[in-house]
């Protein structure tokens, strides 16, 4: 397979607002198409007590965050290679989730400069809603990548993520993608609805990344915990989720461009 990689490694974190919108089915199969665009992808899943990445690939995560903050292992032991992509769990037990937010938060960084030495790509799974650990993500991240389904709570509560981020920040990145669609021309309308209420509102936007149709065949590859080119190579959704990791991959290197004139500047 041909290998690709990036000056600097690339933090998307995605993010909903909202939970079972497909949030982890996407972190998965967005690093298997990095992978397979020959970059080297890691999913933190950062969803304390409600970890399911591991869950989604049928693999028995043995070390976290968490228990490497109580000291049951060293940080060497997180990442967990899998044959498309490395995945570290933040937490899968929720008695984990009493530890102080500023520990693990800081064990979080830790582990993000870890998968940086040998990853392009890293691709951080949220929990639901705008607790400390989604606002932790999304600070990390280059770029928010909200799941937009069409549905008014889902709408409804991206939308409260996005203002309470503008708010802070009114510089943040946010790519959608729009999950659940019944066609691209459905996704297209919900994208720009989406837009339209940010631009209204907040006078903001967001990229377009692509769209996940509503699929039989993600279904299934959920039922038997595979990734669905693992399922079968030629399943078509597949195309929509190389077409979105092509579009991160656009980000990223631009990313990259964006750096230079800063760092020209500071130089003159
Ligand atoms: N595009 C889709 N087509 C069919 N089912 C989907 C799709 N996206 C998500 N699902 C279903 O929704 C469920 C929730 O997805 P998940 O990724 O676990 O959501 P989240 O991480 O946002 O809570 C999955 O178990 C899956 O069955
Ligand atoms: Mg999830």
């Known amino acids: 397979m041909k290998k690709n990689h990036l000056?600097?490694?690339?933090?998307?974190?995605?993010?909903?607002?909202?939970?079972?919108?497909?949030?982890?089915?996407?972190?998965?199969?967005?690093?298997?198409?990095?992978?397979?665009?020959?970059?080297?992808?890691?999913?933190?899943?950062a969803d304390i007590g409600l970890s399911n990445c591991a869950t989604l690939l049928n693999e028995q995560v043995t070390s976290t965050v968490g228990q490497w903050i109580h000291g049951d292992c060293s940080l060497d032991h997180l990442p967990h290679r899998l044959p498309e992509f490395t995945l570290v769990t933040a937490a899968d037990d929720p008695s984990q989730q009493s530890i102080q937010p500023d520990v693990f938060m800081d064990a979080m960084d830790q582990v993000m400069m870890k998968l940086k030495e040998d990853h392009d790509f890293i691709i951080i799974d949220?929990?639901?809603?705008?607790?400390?650990?989604?606002?932790?993500?999304?600070?990390?991240?280059?770029?928010?990548?909200?799941?937009?389904?069409?549905?008014?709570?889902?709408?409804?509560?991206?939308?409260?993520?996005?203002?309470?981020?503008?708010?802070?920040?009114?510089?943040?990145?946010?790519?959608?993608?729009?999950?659940?669609?019944?066609?691209?021309?459905?996704?297209?309308?919900?994208?720009?609805?989406?837009?339209?209420?940010?631009?209204?509102?907040?006078?903001?936007?967001?990229?377009?990344?692509?769209?996940?149709?509503?699929?039989?065949?993600?279904?299934?590859?959920?039922?038997?915990?595979?990734?669905?080119?693992?399922?079968?190579?030629?399943?078509?959704v597949i195309v929509e989720f190389d077409f979105i990791a092509q579009n991160v991959i656009s980000f990223a290197n631009q990313a990259v461009q964006e750096l230079v004139p800063a760092t020209n500047h500071q130089r003159g």
């Open 126 to 236: 949220t929990p639901a809603g705008a607790g400390e650990m989604a606002l932790w993500a999304l600070d990390s991240a280059d770029l928010g990548a909200l799941l937009i389904v069409d549905e008014p709570t889902a709408i409804s509560d991206v939308y409260r993520l996005c203002k309470y981020v503008l708010n802070i920040d009114p510089a943040y990145r946010f790519g959608s993608i729009v999950n659940f669609a019944d066609s691209e021309g459905s996704a297209d309308s919900t994208f720009s609805r989406f837009n339209t209420i940010l631009n209204y509102f907040l006078q903001q936007k967001t990229d377009y990344l692509g769209f996940v149709p509503v699929s039989e065949s993600i279904r299934e590859s959920i039922q038997k915990q595979k990734t669905l080119r693992q399922l079968s190579g030629k399943d078509p």
């Open 7 to 45: 000056h600097q490694p690339f933090v998307l974190a995605v993010i909903s607002g909202k939970g079972g919108v497909g949030k982890s089915m996407t972190a998965v199969n967005l690093a298997s198409s990095l992978n397979h665009a020959g970059y080297r992808a890691a999913i933190l899943d």
